[in-house]
C-alpha cells in the first residue's frame, strides 16, 4: 500500500491489517434512503475509504431534512435527495466513488430487482415494513446482506439478515495463547532439550524465556507425578514453588532477582492450558457444508475441511499450530530462536493444509490455485477462533408460526426491557399499514392517535399470542415522537451500523445477531436473536 494511504488510514490499518483495507476498498454500498440516519452511516464508511457507495432515494429535499441532516444544506431544497448528500459526502473523502439513483426502492423492486444484486451490502434506512420484506427476500434469495436501520424518536433499531456470515477473523478478547507444552510437537522438545538449566551460568539462567522455564520444571513435575500434569489449584501452587526453589541465591542464601523466574510462575495457568480443538469448531467439522463440499462451496468452507482432515492426519488430533507466542524477558537471540521454531512448525503446518485444500479443490471441480496460500496461511493462525453467523430471515421474523415468542416473552419478564420498543416499532408499521401515516405526526391529532395506536398494540399482541403486557406510558410516548429522526440518535445509530456493515464487509470481528434496539431515555441497548 502507498505510503499516503498508510499515512491516511493509519488507525484502521491497526484494526483490520491492508487485507482489510484491501477488502474496505473494493467494497460497494447500496444506501436506501439518505436520511440522518443514511447520511449518518455512510459518512462513517466514506472517511475509512469504501471503495464505492451508491444512494437510491426518489424523496426531494424538504426543510425538515435541511434541519436534522448534516449533508444536506438550504441549496439542497428541492433537490432530489440522494444527489444532494452523494455530492456532500464525497467530498469527504477522493478515494471513494459516490453515485446515486433518483428512484423510490418500490419501483426498483418492481422494475428491477436484480439492481440490488450487485452491492457487497444494502443498508436500508428508514423503510416502510412493506418494501423491507420485498426487499429482503430478494437480498436473502441472492444472498446478498442486508442491513435495515431506523431512527424512531428516541430508538434506534438495526437488524441484519444475512444466511451467512463466515468470520476468520473473530478478534476474540483474552484469546488463549497456543503453547502446547502439553503436547510439544517434536521440533519444540529438541529446542527445550537444549537448554539445561542446572549448568548455565547466571546470566543466562537469568535470561531464559519463561516458557523453556516452566517446560523444564514440567519435566520434573511429569517424572514424579505419574506423567500428569497439575490440574487443580493446589498442584498449579506446587508446581509454582518448585519452579520458585530454581532460582539462583547469591552467597547469603537470598534468591536473585530473576524476573524470568516471576514472569513464569505468573504465566503457570497460561502455560499449562490443555491443547484442544473447540467446540464451536469441531461443530464446524461435524457440519453439512464441512463435509458435503460442491463446486458452490465457499472458500471458507474448503480451508475447513482441508483443516479438519490435517487434525485427523498431520495434525495427531491438534489444529494447526498459530506460530506466535507472548513477548517475555529473555536475551534477545534466545527469545528469536524460540519464536522461529514456533513459525516454522506453523509454516509446517500450513503448508500441510495447502495440499489438502488442493486435493479438495480438485475433486470439485476447481483450479488447485483457486485459493491463495495466504488466505490458508490466515485461516491456520486463526483456525481455534473461526466463527459463523446465521441470522433468520425478516420473513421468518414476522411470520406468524414462525416468530421467536420464547425470545420476545422471556425478554419481557422485565416490563422495561428494551423489547417493549422493538414492539412498539412493530405496533407504529401496523398503524402506518392502516392509516398511511405514522402516529403524532400532527399534532392536533396526537391524543387520538393514542387510543389508535393501543389498538394495533393490541392487535399485534393477539395476532402472535404473546400473552405480555405494554404499559400506556410507551404507548403515549411513540405517539408524541410523531416518527421525528432527531440527529443525535440518528449519529449514534450511524456509528454502531457502521461498525457493523465494516464487520460484514471485511469479514474480521463477529456482526451481532440479529435485530439491536438502542433506548436514547435510558442510554441502554440490548441485542435478540428475533
Not at 511429569?222 to 519452579?243: D, T, V
Not at 453467523?389 to 406468524?400: F, H, I, K, N, Q
Request: hydrophobic share 35%.
Amino acid at each position: 500500500m502507498a505510503a499516503v494511504k498508510e499515512q491516511k488510514y493509519d488507525r484502521q490499518l491497526r484494526l483490520w491489517g491492508d487485507h482489510g483495507q484491501e477488502t474496505l476498498e473494493n467494497a460497494h454500498v447500496c444506501l436506501i434512503n439518505a436520511t440522518a440516519s443514511g447520511t449518518e452511516i455512510l459518512k462513517n464508511l466514506v472517511l475509512p475509504g469504501i471503495g464505492a457507495f451508491t444512494i437510491v432515494d426518489g424523496h426531494t429535499v424538504s426543510g425538515e431534512d435541511v434541519g436534522n441532516n448534516f449533508f444536506l444544506s438550504n441549496n439542497s431544497i428541492g433537490k432530489n435527495r440522494a444527489q444532494a448528500a452523494t455530492e456532500l459526502l464525497q467530498e469527504l473523502n477522493s478515494d471513494v466513488s459516490g453515485n446515486f439513483v433518483e428512484e423510490m426502492p418500490d419501483r426498483l423492486l418492481d422494475s428491477n430487482p436484480e439492481f440490488f444484486h450487485r452491492f457487497t451490502l444494502v443498508i436500508g434506512v428508514q423503510l416502510p415494513e412493506n418494501t423491507c420484506l420485498r426487499l429482503g427476500s430478494v437480498l436473502w434469495s441472492a444472498c446478498v446482506p442486508f442491513l435495515v436501520c431506523r431512527t424512531y424518536g428516541l430508538v434506534g433499531h438495526m437488524r441484519l439478515v444475512v444466511k451467512e456470515h463466515t468470520v476468520i477473523e473473530s478478534h476474540p478478547d483474552n484469546a488463549l495463547e497456543d503453547l502446547r507444552l502439553d503436547r510439544p510437537f517434536a521440533e519444540l522438545k529438541n529446542h527445550i532439550r537444549s537448554y539445561d538449566l542446572d549448568s548455565m551460568t547466571k546470566k543466562d539462567h537469568s535470561h531464559t524465556p519463561w516458557l523453556i522455564v516452566v517446560a523444564k520444571y514440567l519435566e520434573k513435575w511429569l517424572s514424579g507425578h505419574n506423567c500428569q500434569p497439575p490440574k487443580n489449584y493446589r498442584e498449579k501452587e506446587a508446581f509454582r514453588q518448585l519452579i520458585r526453589q530454581g532460582i539462583l541465591k547469591n552467597e547469603n542464601n537470598v534468591p536473585e532477582d530473576e524476573e524470568n523466574f516471576e514472569e513464569a510462575i505468573k504465566n503457570v495457568n497460561t502455560a499449562l492450558n490443555p491443547t484442544k480443538v473447540p467446540s464451536a469448531v469441531e461443530n464446524f467439522f461435524n457440519s453439512q457444508q464441512c463435509n458435503d463440499l460442491t463446486s458452490q462451496s465457499s472458500s471458507f468452507w474448503v480451508m475447513m475441511r482441508a483443516v479438519k482432515e490435517f487434525v485427523q492426519n498431520e495434525g495427531n488430533g491438534n489444529l494447526p499450530v498459530r506460530g506466535t507466542i507472548p513477548d517475555m524477558i529473555a536475551d534477545s537471540q534466545k527469545f528469536i530462536n524460540l519464536q522461529n521454531v514456533y513459525r516454522e512448525k506453523a509454516l509446517q503446518d500450513a503448508s500441510a493444509v495447502t495440499k489438502h485444500v488442493e486435493c479438495l479443490l480438485q475433486s470439485v471441480g476447481k483450479p488447485p490455485e483457486n485459493i491463495p496460500e495466504k488466505d490458508i496461511k490466515l485461516f491456520c493462525k486463526n483456525a481455534a477462533f473461526l466463527r459463523v453467523v446465521r441470522c433468520r430471515s425478516l420473513a421468518d421474523e414476522y411470520g406468524v408460526d414462525s416468530v421467536n415468542k420464547d425470545e420476545i416473552t422471556s425478554c419481557m419478564d422485565s416490563p422495561d426491557s428494551e423489547m417493549v420498543l422493538y414492539l412498539m416499532l412493530r405496533a407504529v408499521d401496523r398503524f402506518y399499514l392502516q392509516h398511511s401515516r405514522y402516529p403524532g405526526v400532527y399534532n392536533y391529532q396526537v391524543e387520538e392517535d393514542i387510543s389508535k395506536l393501543k389498538l394495533c398494540v393490541n392487535s399485534l399482541l393477539q395476532e402472535y399470542s404473546l400473552n405480555v403486557n405494554i404499559k400506556d406510558d410507551y404507548i403515549h410516548e411513540f405517539c408524541r415522537y410523531g416518527a421525528a429522526e432527531p440527529h443525535t440518535v440518528a449519529a449514534f445509530l450511524g456509528g454502531s451500523a457502521a461498525q457493523e456493515a465494516i464487520k460484514i464487509i471485511s469479514h474480521q470481528f463477529v456482526p451481532f445477531n440479529n435485530t439491536f434496539i438502542y433506548s436514547a431515555m435510558s442510554q441502554t441497548s440490548a441485542t435478540f436473536q428475533l
